[in-house]
C-alpha cells in the first residue's frame, strides 16, 4: 500500500464502502465524512490507499479528524497491522491511533495473527500481553494464528494457556487443544478432563470416559451419544 495525493484521484475524493465520502477535496479545504479538516493542507494531503482512516499532510500524520503532533510524519509508516515511526509503535483502536507504551521500533515485529512483540515486551491487537516475559521468542503457531509460543508458554487470543507444555501441546480441532495432560477450549481449561480417553463429538461438543463438555464446561445432564439437539435427531433413527 501507499500514499496517494489526493487532488490527484478522480473527483478528489474518496468513497466509502457503503457509498459515504471518506476523504475529498471541497473549497480548497480537506473534508473527512462531512466535516472539515481545519488545519490540514489541502495541496500537499495524502490519504493511505486502503485505510479509510489514515492520512497526512506536508507536516503532519493525521487519524479521521485528529492531527496528530506527536507522530513523527516523515518515518511514520505501516508494519502488518501495526505503524510506527522513528519512536514509537502504534496500534489503530476503533477510534483512534495510539502509541503502545514502552514499545521499541528498532526491535519489533509483526508476527501475524494480531501479535506483535519487541525485545521487552508482546502485544496482541494493541493490548499488552503481562504474561508473556520472553517476547523475543514469540512466535505464531503456523497451522494457527490464534495461537502463538514463546517456548514456555502456549498463548490463545493473546491469552495463556495455564500449564500447557509447549513441547507436547497440538491443536486438536474446532476450538480444542491440548497436551498429555489437559485440553483446553480456546484458552479455557476442560475441568477433569481426561486426554488419553478424550474425544471431539462436534462443534464445541467433547467428552472423555467420564463427563460431556460444551466448551470448557461439564454437561452434567447431557448424553455422550446425544449431547444438544442438533445431534439428537440423528440418535434416534
Known sequence: ????????????????????????????????????????????????????????????????????????????????????????????????????????????RDLGGGYGSDAQAAWYWGRR???CTRSRHLQVVPDNDLYASDGEQIYCDGKPLRGANPLRW????????????AIYYLERKLPRADPPSWQHIHGAWSRDRKH???????????????PDQPCAPSCGR
Not at 174 to 179: C, T
Not at 216 to 226: D, F, M, R, S, Y
Request: hydrophobic share 40%; with cysteine.
Open 212 to 226: 460431556v463438555f460444551h466448551m470448557h464446561l461439564i454437561e452434567k445432564n447431557a448424553v455422550p451419544e446425544c
Open 170 to 181: 497440538r491443536i486438536l480441532n474446532s476450538g480444542f487443544s491440548g497436551d498429555d495432560q
Open 129 to 131: 500481553m503481562k504474561n
Open 1 to 108: 500500500m501507499s500514499w496517494k495525493k489526493l487532488a490527484d484521484l478522480p473527483g478528489q475524493k474518496v468513497i466509502g464502502t457503503y457509498g459515504s465520502e471518506l476523504w475529498t477535496l471541497r473549497d480548497a479545504k480537506v473534508w473527512h465524512q462531512g466535516r472539515k479538516l481545519a488545519t490540514a493542507d489541502a495541496a500537499s494531503f495524502e490519504i493511505f490507499e486502503n485505510q479509510p482512516f489514515i492520512a497526512r499532510d506536508a507536516c503532519s500524520i493525521f487519524h479521521a479528524w485528529s492531527r496528530l503532533p506527536n507522530i513523527d510524519r516523515n518515518s511514520f509508516r505501516q508494519l502488518g497491522i501495526y505503524w510506527q515511526d522513528r519512536s514509537s509503535i502504534y496500534f489503530e483502536y476503533e477510534t483512534s491511533l495510539k502509541p503502545l507504551a514502552g514499545s521499541d521500533p528498532m526491535t519489533f
